[in-house]
């Protein structure tokens, strides 16, 4: 099932280019990146607009090496404020009407023993992505383009490792569509099951407070959660965010600007954030 026709080949036609990008010392042309992509220059323009919404040349700006200090810089959020002003409820991500529940200390501990987790996978605008989830709502989601089939499978399991497992992708599809805007009306929530230690989820329900577009530092999520020295521990938190993209986790940023890590691949970090920095100013 496809989340939306051909958005996984339009990712990797965006991957193609982003390595283009970082491999030239000045910024390509659009004739430069469409004989790349061996497409006429309309075509890759086309293609472009419809991820993204803007042309290749604004895409590049975004791309560029310096966009996370441009958002640091232009964009930050300070993670109490938005809070408290509910930003949280702004940007494409919380027009998704998100709503979250996160199963007991004690649950985890076991490990997802007893627990049923349905899975498959899904074309995405960032690759193909394997989705899973309980009856209760979407518990992981891992992006394949970097890391592979076989070890983005392995990853996800790894984490409940006494789960069973049931491949049923209808069971998730209407979830899915809403988390990737294919179809959603956004009427339904998209709900999330998170599983996961106290500190972790205390982490990720940080995370969330960041509208799209957006982004803030591992100090700052830290210095939001009541924990202003465990700057390590909320960046292994960040790390092991089960969720990916709907638990903005590519959100968050080193002080510097640097990016950081990012568990699926910096190349699928590099363009979500892109992708939504080009939408929120589309």
């Avoid at 430069?32 to 991820?51: G, I, K, N, V, Y």
């Avoid at 899915?176 to 998170?194: D, I, K, M, N, Q």
């Avoid at 990916?244 to 699926?264: D, F, N, T, V």
């Amino acid at each position: 099932m496809n989340a939306e026709p051909n958005q996984s080949y339009h990712y990797h036609v965006m991957r193609r280019a982003i390595e283009l990008i970082d491999d030239a010392e000045d910024a390509l042309s659009l004739n430069d990146l469409a004989t790349e992509m061996q497409m006429s220059p309309a075509h890759f323009q086309r293609l472009f607009t419809q991820w993204v919404g803007v042309s290749p040349k604004r895409y590049q700006q975004y791309l560029a090496l310096g966009h996370a200090k441009t958002l640091l810089a232009q964009r930050f959020t300070t993670l109490g404020t938005a809070h408290e002003l509910g930003l949280s409820g702004s940007g494409r991500l919380h027009d998704l009407f998100l709503r979250w529940e996160a199963m007991s200390p004690g649950e985890f501990a076991r490990k997802g023993e007893g627990l049923k987790i349905y899975w498959g996978w899904f074309d995405s605008p960032f690759g193909l992505a394997l989705v899973m989830g309980t009856e209760r709502g979407i518990c992981g989601i891992g992006f394949a383009a970097e890391a592979g089939e076989e070890a983005t499978m392995e990853d996800l399991v790894s984490r409940w490792p006494k789960a069973a497992y049931v491949e049923d992708p209808m069971m998730l599809r209407d979830w899915v569509e809403a988390a990737f805007g294919a179809g959603g009306t956004g009427g339904e929530r998209t709900p999330l099951y998170l599983i996961g230690a106290p500190f972790q989820i205390k982490v990720w329900e940080a995370l969330l407070h960041i509208p799209s577009g957006q982004v803030t530092t591992y100090s700052e999520i830290a210095q939001s959660i009541g924990s202003p020295k465990a700057v390590r521990a909320v960046g292994t938190a960040v790390g092991r965010n089960p969720v990916s993209y709907l638990i903005p986790c590519h959100r968050a940023l080193r002080k510097s600007g640097g990016l950081g890590g990012y568990h699926w691949g910096l190349p699928v970090k590099r363009a979500i954030l892109a992708w939504e920095s080009a939408r929120a100013e589309a």
